[in-house]
């Protein structure tokens, strides 16, 4: 592959060009207004691939936003390569915090920014470049096959069934996904483990009505005081949480699996002074990157209740909210942790309110081994890319389907991500630096050729 650098450089304006064309579709899955961008840009991905080389490529009806499937199978007595990207997006708000337009990317200081840039728009096209190259210089090892979704941040709902319905269409040896971080832009490294999940909603429900606070204020419970205590409770001094039954089946690493991932680079202090804070806080005992890692977690994502328009309006709220999400990490079954969450969060609800928990989403971790074809493979394409060996880290993030890939297809799934931290995806100002735009398209073909010679 000693072209690849070359054709890599005399395209890169057009492939920045074409991932600006699908940035501008403004696919945000969550949002029943956008529902005509999800069509649009899963006929771009479809056309994208086409064009790219794919023998066929499809958009495919779900119950809820369409799939995208594509392939090219040159010998079916060859490896088949499973690609597997999102092309939804995140919401946008809070709007006034972008420097520019979240669907008008632009290049600035070397990063791309726009909403999807990195989080999956960015690091998905960096397959469809690598397709493209090893298609055209007639170098495509093996057979590939795409499966582009459009419900990733939204929880997957209808890739369980796509899966089931076409178990035949998607067989293959490994799924190949960018859609994690590395722990530095010059600390190349392979995702190994990504946590569960399980996301409620929950609801807390004083008087019938609002009230004035001042006839009523001090003789009658104030739902969001109470949500407020109740939350507060969820987590001890120690940074555990306290749902009962909670820790029964988190898996324990041994003193050498720890101390392994603590050979892993990283910088505290730099941590902290990205995200501008002074101290970090979570379980007592573990290290940070423990702490997001192999350890669970329980997160307020949202409150609301009351008056929280400008100005002030004296008033005791009848009802108060809140999203709750748990971070889950190996053997934790995301269902029965949900079940312990609404019974533990019942339990401690006082009597002068009434509480319901509403399960929004959850799903699996997922971890990857490193004695496998994919991770040595994984591993020797970062090398030759970056001249270093990479390391292999558990990340906080979670990408649920990734686990139903190996339950329902019977596939592993490595993950090839090169976002960095400082990314901003799910945030104003998401970006991409350009850097890890190129270094992936020219890592990834790199992977096919790695890949192909373990198999053999
Ligand atoms: N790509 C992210 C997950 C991710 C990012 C994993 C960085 C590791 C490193 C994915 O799009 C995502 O945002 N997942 C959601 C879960 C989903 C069910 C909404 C998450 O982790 O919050
Ligand atoms: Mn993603
Ligand atoms: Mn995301």
Same mark, same amino acid.
């Given at each position: 592959?000693?072209?690849?650098?070359?054709?890599?450089?005399?395209?890169?304006?057009?492939?920045?060009?074409?991932?600006?064309?699908?940035?501008?579709?403004?696919?945000?899955?969550?949002?029943?207004?956008?529902?005509?961008?999800?069509?649009?840009?899963?006929?771009?991905?479809?056309?994208?691939?086409?064009?790219?080389?794919?023998?066929?490529?499809?958009?495919?009806?779900?119950?809820?936003?369409?799939?995208?499937?594509?392939?090219?199978?040159?010998?079916?007595?060859?490896?088949?390569?499973?690609?597997?990207?999102?092309?939804?997006?995140?919401?946008?708000?809070?709007?006034?915090?972008?420097?520019?337009?979240?669907?008008?990317?632009?290049?600035?200081?070397?990063?791309?920014?726009?909403?999807?840039?990195?989080?999956?728009?960015?690091?998905?096209?960096?397959?469809?470049?690598?397709?493209?190259?090893?298609?055209?210089?007639?170098?495509?090892?093996?057979?590939?096959?795409?499966?582009?979704?459009?419900?990733?941040?939204?929880?997957?709902?209808?890739?369980?069934?796509?899966?089931?319905?076409?178990?035949?269409?998607?067989?293959?040896?490994?799924?190949?996904?960018?859609?994690?971080?590395?722990?530095?832009?010059?600390?190349?490294?392979?995702?190994?483990?990504?946590?569960?999940?399980?996301?409620?909603?929950?609801?807390?429900?004083?008087?019938?009505?609002?009230?004035?606070?001042?006839?009523?204020?001090?003789?009658?419970?104030?739902?969001?005081?109470?949500?407020?205590?109740?939350?507060?409770?969820?987590? %001890?001094?120690?940074?555990? $949480?306290?749902?009962?039954?909670?820790?029964? *089946? /988190? !898996?324990? +690493?041994?003193?050498? =699996?720890?101390?392994?991932?603590?050979?892993?680079?990283?910088?505290?202090?730099?941590?902290?002074?990205?995200?501008?804070?002074?101290?970090?806080?979570?379980?007592?005992?573990?290290?940070?990157?423990?702490?997001?890692?192999?350890?669970?977690?329980?997160?307020?994502?949202?409150?609301?209740?009351?008056?929280?328009?400008?100005?002030?309006?004296?008033?005791?709220?009848?009802?108060?909210?809140?999203?709750?999400?748990?971070?889950?990490?190996?053997?934790?079954?995301?269902?029965?942790?949900?079940?312990?969450?609404? %019974?533990?969060?019942?339990? $401690?609800?006082?009597?002068?309110?009434?509480? *319901? /928990? !509403?399960? +929004?989403?959850?799903? =699996?971790?997922?971890?990857?081994?490193?004695?496998?074809?994919?991770?040595?493979?994984?591993?020797?394409?970062?090398?030759?890319?970056?001249?270093?060996?990479?390391?292999?880290?558990?990340?906080?993030?979670?990408?649920?389907?990734?686990?139903?890939?190996?339950?329902?297809?019977?596939?592993?799934?490595?993950?090839?991500?090169?976002?960095?931290?400082?990314?901003?995806?799910?945030?104003?100002?998401?970006?991409?630096?350009?850097?890890?735009?190129?270094?992936?398209?020219?890592?990834?073909?790199?992977?096919?050729?790695?890949?192909?010679?373990?198999?053999?």
């Amino acid at each position: 592959m000693h072209d690849l650098k070359d054709y890599l450089e005399k395209n890169k304006d057009r492939f920045l060009e074409e991932l600006f064309e699908l940035i501008r579709i403004p696919s945000i899955s969550s949002k029943d207004a956008h529902k005509e961008d999800m069509y649009k840009a899963a006929e771009w991905v479809k056309e994208s691939l086409l064009s790219k080389g794919a023998d066929k490529a499809e958009v495919c009806d779900t119950e809820g936003h369409p799939v995208v499937y594509g392939e090219k199978v040159i010998d079916p007595s060859l490896p088949t390569v499973i690609i597997y990207g999102h092309y939804d997006v995140q919401p946008v708000e809070p709007l006034e915090l972008w420097k520019s337009e979240p669907f008008a990317p632009e290049v600035r200081d070397g990063k791309i920014y726009a909403r999807g840039a990195d989080d999956d728009k960015g690091q998905m096209f960096m397959h469809f470049a690598a397709f493209e190259y090893l298609v055209s210089t007639n170098q495509l090892p093996c057979n590939v096959k795409f499966m582009i979704e459009g419900e990733e941040e939204i929880g997957s709902p209808s890739l369980g069934k796509f899966l089931e319905d076409n178990r035949e269409k998607l067989a293959g040896d490994v799924i190949l996904v960018s859609d994690t971080a590395m722990l530095g832009a010059d600390v190349p490294s392979i995702t190994t483990g990504l946590r569960g999940l399980s996301f409620c909603e929950v609801h807390v429900t004083g008087p019938n009505r609002d009230l004035h606070s001042g006839l009523y204020g001090g003789a009658v419970a104030n739902p969001v005081n109470v949500l407020c205590d109740m939350i507060s409770s969820l987590v %001890d001094e120690n940074g555990r $949480i306290t749902v009962k039954g909670f820790y029964d *089946e /988190v !898996e324990e +690493l041994s003193q050498e =699996e720890r101390a392994e991932m603590a050979r892993a680079p990283f910088d505290e202090e730099a941590y902290k002074r990205s995200i501008d804070v002074k101290a970090l806080k979570g379980e007592k005992g573990y290290s940070t990157l423990e702490r997001t890692g192999i350890r669970p977690s329980l997160d307020v994502n949202g409150i609301w209740g009351g008056y929280t328009e400008k100005g002030a309006k004296t008033v005791l709220p009848s009802e108060a909210h809140a999203k709750i999400s748990m971070r889950l990490v190996p053997h934790q079954n995301s269902d029965k942790i949900t079940r312990l969450f609404r %019974d533990h969060f019942l339990s $401690i609800a006082p009597d002068y309110v009434k509480v *319901e /928990v !509403e399960f +929004l989403h959850g799903g =699996e971790g997922y971890v990857s081994p490193t004695n496998t074809v994919e991770y040595q493979a994984a591993s020797k394409a970062y090398e030759k890319t970056y001249g270093i060996k990479p390391v292999p880290y558990r990340s906080g993030g979670s990408i649920p389907i990734i686990s139903m890939f190996e339950q329902i297809l019977g596939i592993k799934s490595i993950l090839m991500g090169f976002g960095l931290e400082s990314d901003a995806i799910h945030s104003p100002n998401e970006n991409y630096p350009l850097e890890q735009f190129f270094k992936g398209m020219e890592t990834i073909p790199h992977f096919y050729h790695y890949y192909v010679e373990g198999k053999k």
